[in-house]
């Protein structure tokens, strides 16, 4: 069980640490740092625009992160927001040059993910994402719940 544990983790940690090392080298030469390709490539998904706290909930992000990367973003007219509301609540698009930069994100993420997956079948590729969310689900309310005192308990059925 232990064993599964340490594997599990440290998989998901190379994971990360690659795919942080790659978005950075992506975003590098745009001038920016790697985790903003996340809200570019959210922001894609939504043409009629999107809140700052809506991108933060898409992204997983805390609010302070996304208006960081929000002022990034807009200083370098990567993105922009609606001008009749200067609140947090206020749309934010991406400008024609943000799009166009986002484009070229995206066929490298694209890229990446298939390389990533190379000689996955596309059954498992279904099956390995369903397994992710639900990890993620139940490591959510795990945190939320906290483990049981002592540590060998079953945890609640999510």
Request: aromatic share 8%; net charge positive.
């Amino acid at each position: 069980m232990l064993e599964r544990f340490e594997k599990f983790t440290f998989s998901i940690y190379e994971i990360q640490r690659c795919w942080n090392k790659i978005a950075s080298e992506g975003m590098e030469r745009y001038g920016l740092k790697g985790s903003y390709a996340i809200y570019l490539i959210a922001m894609r998904r939504f043409p009629g625009g999107i809140t700052s706290a809506e991108l933060g909930s898409v992204c997983n992000r805390d609010k302070a992160d996304v208006s960081r990367a929000v002022s990034v973003l807009e200083s370098k007219g990567i993105i922009m927001r609606d001008k009749s509301d200067k609140s947090y609540r206020a749309k934010l698009f991406l400008t024609d040059r943000g799009a166009e930069m986002t484009e070229q994100i995206a066929k490298k993420a694209e890229y990446a993910e298939k390389i990533a997956g190379d000689g996955l079948s596309d059954a498992d590729r279904i099956s390995l994402y369903h397994s992710l969310e639900r990890i993620m689900g139940n490591m959510v309310e795990l945190a939320k719940q906290g483990i049981p005192a002592s540590g060998d308990e079953p945890a609640k059925a999510f």
